[in-house]
Nanobody
């Protein structure tokens, strides 16, 4: 099992940047593909980005492509989401999630086994 804790959220003006971090405790962090999801009030949780267990492959939602970058450091048991050119529509609670690598990478919340508690990102116009 792995326990996940997000940090780095906050209030930022449109056009600004934030870097989210997700720390993992437990065994074999490199055994998991990792993803970032977000959920705005009244909306379903949606895929943002995912990175393979070794950090070689990444995929992004069209809405964040070119603005967000996912990365990981397996030596530090951490995954990151660098968010640039933020827009008010990026406002949401952001969650990191883990998916055992044997299952392949995923873009749907139901595919992920482990979740953090979330961190709020608010982008003002």
């Amino acid at each position: 099992q792995v326990q996940l804790v997000e940090s780095g959220g906050g209030l930022v003006q449109a056009g600004g940047s934030l870097r989210l971090s997700c720390g993992a405790s437990g065994r074999n962090f490199s055994s998991y593909h990792m993803g970032w999801f977000r959920q705005a009030p009244g909306k379903e949780r949606e895929f943002v980005a995912t990175i393979s267990w070794g950090g070689v492959r990444t995929y992004y939602a069209d809405s964040v492509k070119g603005r967000f970058t996912i990365s990981r450091d397996n030596a530090k048991n951490a995954v990151y989401l660098q968010m640039n050119s933020l827009k008010p529509e990026d406002t949401a609670v952001y969650y990191c999630a883990g998916l055992p690598r044997a299952q392949g990478m995923g873009v749907h919340p139901h595919e992920y086994d482990y979740w953090g508690q979330g961190t709020q990102v608010t982008v003002s116009s």
